[in-house]
């Protein structure tokens, strides 16, 4: 089923940006829909943004419309979540997940999943 591996998390200020990353390897990148959720303490891990394999389609929750970008580089096996307008609410592990076939934002239509990467939000 391959690897995932998710980097560029850390602290950042109310207000602040930040880009993490998610690495693909042992699969062939361009056939997978990609996905980020999150899981903050005491929650349940939720649906952030989602994008097909071709880049053309991307979906975001409605908390994080507007502030939120999924993308990808299928040369580079690597897709991108770029959050802007971070609020303290946005703390959470963050996770990429891999799934074959169309969109989703079921957590459990997805198939593999990386270790994920502390995203920490101060006021």
């Known amino acids: 089923q391959g690897q995932l591996v998710e980097s560029g998390g850390g602290l950042v200020q109310a207000g602040g940006s930040l880009r993490v990353s998610c690495v693909a390897s042992g699969r062939t990148f361009s056939d997978y829909t990609m996905a980020w959720f999150r899981q903050a303490p005491g929650k349940e891990r939720e649906f952030v943004a989602t994008?097909?394999?071709?880049?053309?389609?991307?979906y975001g929750a409605d908390s994080v419309k507007g502030r939120f970008t999924i993308s990808r580089n299928n040369a580079k096996n690597t897709v991108y979540l770029q959050m802007n307008s971070l609020k303290p609410e946005d703390t959470a592990v963050y996770y990429c997940?891999?799934?074959?076939?169309?969109?989703?934002?079921?957590?459990?239509?997805?198939?593999?999943w990386g270790q994920g990467t502390q995203v920490t939000v101060s006021s």
């Open positions: 997940a891999a799934k074959l076939g169309p969109t989703s934002t079921g957590s459990s239509d997805f198939t593999s």
């Open positions: 994008i097909s394999w071709s880049g053309k389609i991307t």
